[in-house]
């Protein structure tokens, strides 16, 4: 059975550290890996999707990698800022059908001003 | 802009009661979720559905369940509301054989059972 893991739980920088969360799966067939955002109270919003076949995914200040071989994923954020405080999940999805993603416990983000 | 629109943001309710919380998509999407996240416990899958009328059980459907009569449409019902029942209900939806299959949520919605 899947099991997708990121540690640390919570994290907390200065503004303007370039940082980096972790996420690792156990089965290493997937289909693809998705990064989400979620502010406290609210829904989770997608950052990156990365398909199995892709290395990598850019997106302003957020890179994502992928490691299908080792299990493992991270995302990698730039100078970073107050308002990128928050949750951060990271989801694995086995297959192009109807099967449902399998979430990570998150990381909590705080950047300090 | 892809949108899941959830109809109630806060909800109190009581032990008992029959809930219904609603989750609308605009994209067409073939698949949509329900979760629950709980402190701790992080997202749990409650039920999912790949097609109008077509239903899956999840990780934790104890003492809910789902209606799809229109494809844009998926609605979570609690029967009888119990206290720990209590929780953040998040809806979601993708592509089904087809793109890239990235998920998109609703805001969620926030159940107190008292």
């Known amino acids: 059975k899947q099991e997708v893991t990121q540690i640390p739980a919570a994290l907390s920088v200065p503004e303007g550290e370039n940082l980096v969360l972790n996420c690792s799966f156990t089965?290493?067939?997937?289909?693809?890996l998705q990064w989400f955002r979620q502010d406290p109270g609210k829904g989770l919003t997608s950052l990156l999707l990365?398909?199995?076949?892709?290395r990598e995914q850019t997106s302003g200040r957020l890179n994502a990698s992928l490691d299908k071989s080792s299990g493992r994923s991270t995302l990698y954020i730039a100078a970073s800022q107050p308002g990128d405080s928050a949750t951060y999940l990271c989801?694995?999805?086995?297959?192009?059908?109807?099967?449902?993603?399998?979430f990570g416990k998150g990381t909590t983000l705080s950047v300090s001003s | 802009d892809v949108k899941v629109t959830q109809s109630s943001r806060y909800l109190v309710k009581r032990t008992g009661e029959k809930v219904f919380l609603e989750c609308v998509q605009d994209?067409?999407?073939?698949?949509m979720f329900w979760y629950r996240q709980d402190p701790g416990l992080g997202l749990r899958l409650i039920y999912f559905?790949?097609?109008?009328?077509?239903?899956e059980k999840g990780d934790i459907p104890e003492g809910y369940s789902v209606s799809r009569e229109k494809k844009e449409r998926f609605s979570l019902i609690l029967e009888s509301a119990s206290t720990n029942q209590t929780s953040m209900y998040l809806c979601?939806?993708?592509?089904?054989?087809?793109?890239?299959?990235?998920?998109?949520f609703g805001e969620g919605s926030r159940l107190t059972v008292l």
């Open positions: 979601a939806s993708s592509h089904r054989g087809q793109g890239t299959g990235e998920l998109f």
């Open positions: 089965d290493s067939a997937i289909y693809n």
């Open positions: 990365i398909q199995s076949s892709q």
């Open positions: 989801a694995v999805r086995r297959d192009q059908a109807g099967t449902a993603l399998i």
């Open positions: 994209m067409d999407h073939e698949n």
């Open positions: 559905s790949y097609d109008v009328k077509m239903k």
